[in-house]
């Protein structure tokens, strides 16, 4: 498939301005906010001071999360030989989306992008500038409807479902609360796909922090009014059970394969799991 059939968004129905609720804060102009992009609104940059009075570091968060999804990427499209993508809950465009990190390793990659912002929506022409060997298209969906995402036609235009596909699931998981299922979610997006392909995920954590600082971030999140769940370390691992994990398996962001000459901050600043492993 070539550039130039990749998948020009189309949302059925209202435009998406009309869908647009710039009165509420959102994930996804939250964490553009955090690193430093413009495409956000007062809504979002106090619900996202709201989580910094707790967090003081949540922007280094932010844009360690970006440097771990880059390093992944190459990893996948590197060493493991991934010529599909499946990034879903992609964030507004910022330096290195994934098209890019891993068509510069392998220019015939094809990525599908999924988010259920239609801010996302209105920039996602960005996420569609395939190189001319690959391929991308963007699908305006939710993560809490996988059937939705692995049944739409531009996604099967885009991938091949019987090769193997790398499933990103990069700072998103913690936006799905134990009540919406997000095992039964992450399961039902990985048996769709054949044995070779990888789980990539990133997720803030409460490991490093006392009961006192748990109850202070449970607080702030209610405040910032974006659902928000951390998990621990072992809450984590669930996601993996049953996948090979990729060395050096689960593990603070910081530390999943950090580059040498680049010093990278504590864990504890941070404070997010990164795990990446093979669906056998
Ligand atoms: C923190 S950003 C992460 C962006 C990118 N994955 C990264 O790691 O840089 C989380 C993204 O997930 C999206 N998101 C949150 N809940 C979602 C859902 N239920 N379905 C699809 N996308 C979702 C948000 O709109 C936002 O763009």
């Not at 996804?28 to 609104?41: C, I, P, S, T, V």
């Not at 060493?79 to 330096?95: C, K, M, N, S, V």
Request: aromatic share 8%; with cysteine; proline share 7%.
């Amino acid at each position: 498939m070539d550039s130039d059939s990749a998948r020009r968004p189309e949302p059925a129905g209202e435009p998406v301005t009309a869908r647009i609720d710039t009165t509420k804060p959102h994930p996804a102009r939250r964490y553009d906010y955090w690193l430093g992009g413009k495409d956000n609104f007062a809504a979002d940059r106090e619900s996202a001071d709201a989580v910094s009075e707790v967090f003081p570091t949540v922007q280094l968060a932010a844009v360690e999360n970006r440097n771990y999804l880059r390093r992944v990427v190459a990893y996948l499209a590197g060493e493991a030989g991934i010529r599909q993508f499946l990034d879903i809950g992609a964030g507004l465009p910022t330096t290195g989306n994934v098209h890019e990190i891993a068509q510069d390793v392998a220019p015939e990659s094809h990525i599908v992008y999924v988010d259920n912002d239609p801010i996302v929506l209105l920039h996602a022409r960005e996420l569609l500038n395939s190189s001319a060997a690959g391929a991308t298209a963007y699908l305006d969906a939710d993560l809490r409807s996988p059937q939705d995402i692995l049944r739409h036609p531009d996604l099967l235009k885009t991938l091949d479902l019987s090769r193997p596909v790398a499933l990103m699931l990069v700072a998103v998981l913690h936006f799905i609360t134990d009540d919406e299922h997000p095992y039964r979610l992450v399961r039902e997006l990985c048996d769709a796909l054949p044995a070779g392909s990888y789980l990539a995920m990133s997720h803030a954590t409460n490991d490093y922090l006392e009961a006192e600082d748990l109850a202070r971030n449970a607080a702030a999140n209610q405040r910032s009014g974006v659902p928000f769940q951390l998990r621990s370390s072992q809450e984590f691992a669930r996601f993996f059970e049953g996948y090979e994990l990729i060395s050096p398996g689960i593990t603070a962001i910081t530390n999943w394969r950090p580059e040498v000459y680049r010093p990278h901050p504590r864990a504890e600043a941070v404070s997010m799991l990164g795990a990446v492993a093979r669906i056998p």
